[in-house]
């Protein structure tokens, strides 16, 4: 008989379908019209009731398959009135066919430590702004991004009645990355992609001294990472704390898989491990190709500013 699946593989396909499980929800508290937002620290930090039903569902569903990992999501919730109807108990099937790499096939549940941003650019989703919204599932070994799941609930939404919405992208380290086309931005072009609703003189002096041809400026991290990953920005700049490790540990995993690379504006590597702190508090700089050319050229009074 065929060994069973490596344990990451099958967190990976759980964290799939509980993807696409969150997506359904994500849509369907859109659809029913009451959003129910709170304001956490300020009008640009908001939690709907999307975060709260997606982040109980993922947790839990996760949680009771993979009982000794560690699950850490954005929202301050707790899991304990999770009903029935909120578990996900699916797994993608495709991802159990793939070979689990030789590196990480020995995981035991303990090391494994899962970051989840439920909605990712809840600010857009307020704002209507839907195809800015993503859900963010990453795995971390040793303190390492090595695989995630991003899923776009409302991909495809602007093609019309009948279209099919929503996609899951998922990647895994020594794998690679599927359910988009890789694509590479266009030769010779600096176009760069950062923050809509977090910006500040710093951000825009970073972005200036990368003599950019265009600034894109659109909502969530995950998002910013789909816009390396399908070639339509050639670097993702964020000269500015605010960012957390939900919000990059899947889009990491996804961009390294396919050779592209991630740190903070000094050049540090992010650490997932559970005991690290939240906050990404020197910024983010990433891209899928010529990260050099990017790293070389940022003010050293913006490195100044942003303490790791």
Not at 57 to 78: D, H, M, Q, W, Y
Not at 117 to 125: Q, S, V
Not at 206 to 223: E, F, H, K, Q, Y
Not at 261 to 273: A, C, E, L, R
Request: hydrophobic fraction near 40%.
């Amino acid at each position: 008989s065929m060994a069973s699946p490596a344990l990451l593989m099958r967190v990976v396909a759980s964290a799939y379908s509980a993807a696409e499980k969150a997506a359904t929800i994500v849509r369907s508290v859109m659809a029913a019209g009451d959003l129910g937002i709170v304001e956490k620290t300020g009008a640009n930090d908001l939690q709907t009731k999307a975060d709260r039903l997606v982040q109980m569902s993922i947790c839990a569903s996760l949680a009771r398959k993979f009982p000794k990992v560690t699950i850490i999501g954005e929202e301050e919730l707790s899991t304990d009135e999770v009903t029935e109807e909120l578990i996900e108990d699916g797994h993608c099937e495709e991802i159990l066919q793939k070979t689990c790499p030789a590196q990480y096939t020995g995981i035991k549940e303990e090391e494994l430590v899962i970051w989840v941003d439920p909605l990712d650019g809840t600010k857009e989703y307020t704002e209507g702004l839907l195809d800015h919204v993503t859900v963010l599932i990453g795995i971390a070994y040793g303190g390492k991004a090595i695989a995630g799941v991003i899923n776009q609930p409302y991909y495809n939404y602007e093609a019309g009645a009948g279209a099919v919405l929503g996609r899951t992208i998922w990647g895994v380290l020594g794998i690679g990355a599927f359910g988009f086309q890789l694509t590479e931005a266009p030769a010779g072009k600096h176009i760069i992609v950062t923050t809509r609703s977090h910006s500040s003189t710093l951000v825009n002096e970073c972005i200036s001294a990368l003599n950019p041809d265009s600034v894109i400026r659109v909502g969530g991290a995950g998002n910013k990472i789909i816009q390396l990953i399908e070639g339509k920005a050639s670097a993702y700049v964020f000269a500015s704390p605010g960012c957390k490790k939900w919000d990059t540990c899947a889009p990491e995993a996804i961009l390294h898989a396919v050779g592209g690379k991630i740190t903070d504006i000094h050049g540090n590597s992010f650490q997932y491990n559970k005991e690290v702190k939240h906050m990404n508090s020197a910024g983010v700089l990433a891209t899928l190709r010529n990260y050099d050319y990017y790293a070389s050229r940022i003010p050293n009074n913006v490195k100044q500013s942003l303490v790791p």
